[in-house]
């Protein structure tokens, strides 16, 4: 049984749903999945200014905060985050800079990976964040692995092959696309090739 651990970033709850949702996947599949977030690093003064922000840091205490144990234990990795200017946001740049003590010592390495991401316009930066964030895992040695277009889920879900992603409403920050289906899609298809690289 290959272990999957699903790591997100999310400042309102996009990018946790989307985690839950691959987490379905994953355990749907037979696979053991766990789902951590990466510890919030911007001042409470910045949070407390968004109220969805506020409430969201709030509800998901409880999540575990992601660790290089995590890392460790797992086969397969699915990232999902939100963009920042095109790039990954600080607290995920910040939770991959600091595994240099794993990559040194090559437990990086053919991991199988896979990231999401939202954004707040229809061309925000999603791939950009992705192909950004690819770059950083190439370093690791790790097995990037994308949904392409695999799928009609990918049609009817943006037609983004990088990965899953999604534009948040700016009335009132639901998800403008339907991409339940295709993260589910996306980290059936993690758990197919984790199978076979570490089955």
Known sequence: MVK??????????????????AEQAIIETGAEAKVVRVEETAPAA????NPAWQKHHEETQDVP???????????????SMPTRFGNMPSQIKQFIDIQGGL???????????????????????HEGTLLNFYTSMMHWGAIIVTPGYTDASAYTS????????VTQSQQDGSMVEDVEEAVKHQARRVVEVANKVHG
């Not at 910045?46 to 200014?49: D, L, P, S, V, W």
């Not at 905060?65 to 990232?79: G, L, R, T």
């Not at 990976?113 to 316009?121: I, K, Q, R």
């Open 46 to 49: 910045a949070i407390a200014q």
């Open 65 to 79: 905060v992601a660790h290089s144990e995590d890392i460790i234990w797992a086969d397969a990795i699915i990232f």
């Open 103 to 125: 990559w040194a010592q090559g437990k990086t390495a053919n991991k199988v990976v896979s990231a999401m991401s939202s954004a707040s316009n229809p061309h925000g930066g």
């Open 158 to 165: 943006g037609g983004n092959p990088y990965g899953t992603s």
């Open 4 to 21: 999957v651990a699903v790591i997100y970033y999310s400042s309102t709850g996009t990018n946790y749903q989307m985690a839950k949702w």
